[in-house]
C-alpha cells in the first residue's frame, strides 16, 4: 500500500512539473517582450531541471539549473538589455498563416505522442538505467583535472561573449 501511494505522488509530482513546463514553455514562445520571454524560459529550465531530478538524475538537474538557468539566462538577459530590445513588433499575414497551422499541426503532434507513450508500456524487458555509485563525483573529477583546460576556455569564451556584447552595444549607443 506504501508502494503504491509513493508511486502515485510520484506520477502526479511529474505529470504537474511537465505540464508546467509546456506552460512556461507556451508563454516563452508567445510573450511579445523578450525580457519576460527569458524569465518564463528560466522558470521553464527549473521544471526541467524537478523532471531531471524526479528521474534520478541528480547530476543533469543540478546542470540544468547553474548552466542553464543560471549563467546562459543571466547572459541572454544582459545581452538583450544591452540591446534595448522593447516588445516585439506583431507580424503580418505570415504570422497569421502559421498561427492558422501551427493549432492542428500542435494537435498531430500530441496524438503521434500519446500513441506512442501509450503503447510503450507494452514494451517487454525495458528497465530502468543505474548509474552506478560515484557518478558525479568522477564526473567532478575528470572535469577539473583532465578537462581543466577545455573548461577554463569555455569560461573565456563566455567572458569574450559578454565583453562582445558590452562592445556591440556601447558602439550603437555612439552611433546615434
Known sequence: MAGEAASWIYAVSFYAIAFFAVISALVVISARNPVISAVWLVVCFISVA??????KAPLLAMIQILVYA???MVLFVMIMMLMDIGRLPSGG????VLRIFSAPIGALILLILSVVASQGSRLKGASWAQAPDGVTESIGKLLFTKYMLPFEALTLLLLAAVVAAVYLARRREADK
Open 50 to 55: 524537478g523532471i531531471y531530478a524526479l528521474l
Open 70 to 72: 543560471g549563467a546562459i
Open 93 to 96: 499575414k505570415a504570422q497569421r
